[in-house]
Structure formats: C-alpha cells, structure tokens
C-alpha cells in the first residue's frame, strides 16, 4: 500500500462530510434509487472503492439521535426486497461536533443486538482515522464475492489502521 497514505491519496478514499447535525443518502447507483422509488437522490463518486457502494441513510435530525433511525434503514432495506434486491448491509453516517461517526447495519436478527441489526461502528474527528471492525463486510447481490470484496477494502483502508 506505499504511496496510499499521503494526504491526496487519502482524500480519494473519504467518506463524504455532510454538513453538522445532518447525514445524507447515498445509493449504490442512480438506477436502484429510481426502482425503489426513493428521493434525495445523491450519487457518491468518492466511494470508488466500495464494488457496492453501502447505504447511508438521511436524516435531518440533530446528530445525537441520528444513531437511531433505524426504521429508516429497515424501511429501505424491505423496500429494496420488495424490487428484488438483496441488501446485505447498511451504513449510516452522520457529522456532529466531534467528526464524523458512522454505523453498519447487517440486516439479520443478533442476540445481543436489541434493534435485530448487528451494527459496526467508525467514527472520525480531527486528525483521528477511520478504524472499522475487523469483520467488517460489504453488502452485495452476490454473496460469493462478499469475502473478495472484504479483503480488498480492507487493503485499501488498512493505511487508515493506527
């Protein structure tokens, strides 16, 4: 990965800073935004190193409730079953006074997960870096290609690791 870390190269990878208190919407392309329906549609360029981009979900709350729209992520994620997709994962992230912070959603029923969602946390302030669970993983029509997709963000991101 030399070379990757520099601060150009870094901005290539970021995660998009939406403005404080806010969180926005990003769809894994423009045609599944319009097949589901779902408005503030917004497409997200800088995330090239997602093969499917993750789901962000919008909320125009204050960013300490932000973390609770989980509804919303259900919500999208059936409306998206319904059409016939299978959504593995959903991302949330959001800005508030200390950086960014973020949340997978795994659509699946968890034990120790009251919301039924297992949820991977990242969070981001000044001059800290990203950092995501080592069993981070990405949401795709294609389950097979899930551990290839994991390996390769992970390579990308492991110069974000401390």
Known sequence: MTG????????????????????????????????????????????????????????????????HAVEQIKATIEAAKNKGYEIKYALLIYSGKFGRIGQFFQPRKSDDSPTGYVIYRIQTGKGQPITFSNNIKLWTLDERKIDEYTRKVKEKLDFYQD
């Open 4 to 67: 990757e870390g520099t601060k150009e190269n870094c901005q290539k990878w970021a995660i998009p800073i939406p403005k404080e208190g806010t969180a926005e919407l990003v769809y894994s392309s423009d045609e599944l935004a319009d097949e589901l329906d779902l408005h503030n549609k917004t497409r997200c360029d800088c995330m090239a190193h997602y093969p499917k981009c993750p789901w962000i979900v919008i909320e125009k709350k204050p960013a300490g409730k932000i973390p």
